[in-house]
């Protein structure tokens, strides 16, 4: 009787137990898989874009028949910037970013210098615009870029000319040829660094030094003259990628 007993309560768990098992079966099969890692930031893409920041430089006026120190003249200048970008890039499997850019932005680079110890006449130069087309070499952290960057560069010289202290354009000596203006489109190379953050899909923020230098232009005032320019820009820049 006692067996009798034994084997029925046994047979009872085992009916209780299944039903049991089988709800937690299907409780661990509704579960929901976790969620994949999201995809990190694909660079690639063309973008159009605005930027604007501070720039310096220094224009070189050589004047061979003017004695030393007043043959070989240094003009330090500063200004704000701001302009456009547009490019685009390609991101490889291994992250590493290729691209090309160009840009153009306005400036005010002007100044003068003295070009005698009478202080009666001084040198003039004003660049205002700086325009680049650019390679660029970079790493993609997800959404952060870091990027070298370098190409040619072209510089537009507003005016250059000698002016003189007391009545505009007069001739002193009768050979020189007073308020004469020259102007000119200087081309040189341009290199830099940049990083860059991807705020959203098509919204990209960032920050860029270039430094550019341009080759010597040559004038004719009452004797030969020549000019170059060297550039430095620090510029924000912000962009919307297609």
């Not at 970079?138 to 003189?164: K, M, P």
């Not at 000119?184 to 190379?189: K, N, P, R």
Request: glycine content about 14%; aromatic content about 14%; charged content about 10%.
């Amino acid at each position: 009787m006692k067996g009798i007993l034994l084997g029925v309560v046994g047979i009872s768990a085992l009916f209780i137990a299944a039903p049991l098992s089988t709800a937690g079966a299907a409780d661990l099969a509704l579960k929901a898989p976790p969620a994949p890692p999201a995809a990190a930031y694909n660079w690639t893409g063309c973008y159009v874009g605005g930027n604007a920041g501070g720039a310096w430089g220094n224009s070189n006026v050589e004047i061979p028949l003017y004695p030393a120190p007043y043959n070989n003249l240094n003009i330090n200048d500063a200004s704000v910037i701001g302009g456009a970008q547009i490019g685009c890039n390609y991101m490889f499997s291994n992250r590493w970013v290729v691209g090309i850019e160009g840009d153009w932005d306005w400036t005010r680079l002007n100044g003068s210098t003295v070009t005698g110890s009478s202080g009666l006449e001084t040198y003039y130069t004003d660049f205002n615009s700086v325009a680049s087309v650019r390679g660029r070499l970079g790493y993609g952290w997800d959404r952060t870029l870091l990027y070298v960057t370098g190409g040619g560069a072209w510089s537009n010289l507003q005016a250059a000319n000698y002016i003189e202290t007391g009545p505009p354009c007069l001739p002193a000596p009768p050979s020189f040829l007073g308020c004469t203006t020259h102007s000119a489109t200087f081309g040189g190379w341009t290199a830099g660094v940049g990083i860059e953050y991807a705020l959203t899909q098509n919204w990209i923020v960032g920050a860029e030094y270039l430094y550019a230098g341009f080759g010597r232009i040559d004038f004719v005032y009452n004797g030969p003259t020549n000019v170059s320019e060297s550039i430095s820009q620090l510029r924000a820049r912000v962009s919307f990628k297609f």
